[in-house]
């Protein structure tokens, strides 16, 4: 199995800054894409940013200039660095990865997600 764990969420008055960070673990041969994505009460759940093995990365049109998102595929890790935060950020961040796993020889792959870290700006 693969486990997602993120940390770095909090409160932040506008104009601040935080820094998000999803290590995942398990049986990983190698990960896709990574991405963030944010979910608002009472809102679907919205891709924020994503980026590929290979370092491509693509943002929703409303983070872009204030949004970041880079990994450290040696650590499988995927961070977001959220400068300028305003008060329609605020939302549970959700880290989600395509994992390929290798276990007992055979390769499968797989879509996870991880619990979530609620990010609240405000002053």
């Known amino acids: 199995q693969v486990q997602l764990v993120e940390s770095g969420g909090g409160l932040v008055q506008p104009g601040g800054s935080l820094r998000l960070s999803c290590a995942a673990s398990?049986?990983?041969?190698?990960?896709?894409?990574m991405g963030w994505y944010h979910q608002a009460p009472g809102k679907q759940r919205e891709l924020v940013a994503a980026i590929t093995s290979g370092g491509s990365s693509n943002y929703a049109d409303s983070v872009k200039g204030r949004f970041t998102i880079s990994r450290d595929n040696a650590k499988n890790t995927v961070y977001l660095q959220m400068n300028s935060l305003k008060p329609e950020d605020t939302a549970v961040y959700y880290c989600n990865a395509d994992v390929y796993l290798l276990r007992s020889g055979t390769y499968s792959r797989g879509d996870y997600w991880g619990q979530g870290t609620q990010v609240t700006v405000s002053s």
């Open positions: 398990g049986s990983i041969f190698r990960i896709g894409v």
